[in-house]
């Protein structure tokens, strides 16, 4: 894998590359705007997320790898792309094992959104974790993409993600609630309600500050709580440690961790104006897949997410052994669900006039 940074109008954007573990990437390196960083850093272990901070809820190459789909993109092959979206109050570390393993077949990209992570944005506002996208996409000369999602939480932010990012496909990584309307509103409330975020807060020191004699007591404290949780369950501690380290940033006086209350209060007003569940899904205009993790998940949910999949030839669900965020979930398992989105929505895009 690669880190990049990216240079917008609105400030420094950091993006994984991990299609740097794919043969032959030369044809993304030299992408206008993109600067390398550590070219050849080792693979960062994959973060937690709900537990600690998360409200929740192509490269040219001639030998693609075993399964991998490719197009004609000026008269040579190339790895179709996907786009890793953390949620908010995340970053771009939750898909630490996920992305290697899409990297066999496509060139998988992860951004910290603006105000998130190591990404550094003049103004952190919930309309540029929108608008500032494109741009850095097209430095990195990504085309007709499969957006992959932690969780459901960006899509009322975003609505039709095909015409905001040219996205083919959607698959969504943990979904909350297999509900509509007022019963997935009352879900979205639960978790992420008034009085939610003081909540998160006090559990998971969302919003903490320090001096630099603080930052490695912060660290291990974090590491140890969140490896307590039961939703972190099988994430190693040094997977826990980098997705925390990553949030943490310089502050005048020390450190500060990313993202600031303002950005994550804006976020979720806007969140909270709806629609929730299964709802969300009618806005899309492209097909969506659904990586439903079965642990903890009752049995009304099971079969609520697979009528919902019987509905439409466009709309799919696979059950797998995960829970909400990526990382409890089996990458080889949750790989096949991208790659099944990328060869159902290939062709479509080859044939485009």
Known sequence: MTERTVDTPNGAYAVIDFGEAAPSTAAHTSAPGVAALDARAPRAPLGQAHADGVLTSDASTASAGPGAVTTAADGADRRPDVVLLHQIASCAQVWGTLGPALAEFSRPIAPDLCGHGRTRAHVESVGHLVSDLPDVFAALDVHDPVVVLEGE??????GDLAG?????AVVVV?????????????DYDEVLGEGSLDEWDARNDMFATGVQAEYEEFVERRVARSAADWVNDGVEPEQLRAYIERQLREAPGGWERAPRRPLVEEALHAIGGGPFGLDLY???????????GTRELEHAGVDGFVAWGETGADRHVSLLGGHLSPDCFD???????????????RASVDTRP
């Not at 939480?153 to 975003?158: A, H, I, K, R, V």
């Open 331 to 345: 990458p080889g398992p949750l790989a096949d669900v991208v790659r099944a989105a990328l060869a159902a929505t």
């Open 164 to 168: 905001v990012l040219g996205a083919t």
């Open 282 to 292: 009618d806005r899309l205009s492209v097909p969506v897949w659904l990586a439903v």
């Open 153 to 158: 939480e960006l899509l009322p932010l975003f």
């Open 174 to 186: 943990g979904p909350y609630t297999w509900k509509r309307g007022e019963e997935a509103e009352a």
